[in-house]
Nanobody, 119 residues
Framework: QVQLVESGGGLVQAGESLRLSCAASGRTLSGYAMGWFRQAPGKERDLVARIGWAGTTYYVDSVKGRFTISRDNVKNTVYLQMNTLKAEDTAVYYC?????????????WGQGTQVTVSS
């Protein structure tokens, strides 16, 4: 069983940056897909970005050019660098990983970290 703990959220003004971290324990992240999701009040939880076992990345259109997902398999941590934040980025951000190597499925979830962007 893998445990995921997010950190780095907070309150910032529009245009500022934050870097979220997701530290894993109980299992290596190497060989597994990782994703960042977000859920705004009253909305569903949606994918923001994902990174594959070989480092391939994907971003939803709304964050392309502003967010960067990366992974450090030595530190067993995944990051989400968020630049030029907008009010609509306000949400609880969750990281997730797969239970199966080399599969884009998300079975394990962290507790989330709140990101609030004031306009």
């Amino acid at each position: 069983q893998v445990q995921l703990v997010e950190s780095g959220g907070g309150l910032v003004q529009a245009g500022e940056s934050l870097r979220l971290s997701c530290a894993a324990s109980g299992r290596t992240l190497s060989g597994y897909a990782m994703g960042w999701f977000r859920q705004a009040p009253g909305k569903e939880r949606d994918l923001v970005a994902r990174i594959g076992w070989a480092g391939t990345t994907y971003y939803v259109d709304s964050v392309k050019g502003r967010f960067t997902i990366s992974r450090d398999n030595v530190k067993n941590t995944v990051y989400l660098q968020m630049n030029t934040l907008k009010a609509e980025d306000t949400a609880v951000y969750y990281c997730a990983t797969s239970a199966t190597p080399r599969k884009y499925q998300f079975d394990y979830w962290g507790q989330g970290t709140q990101v609030t962007v004031s306009s």
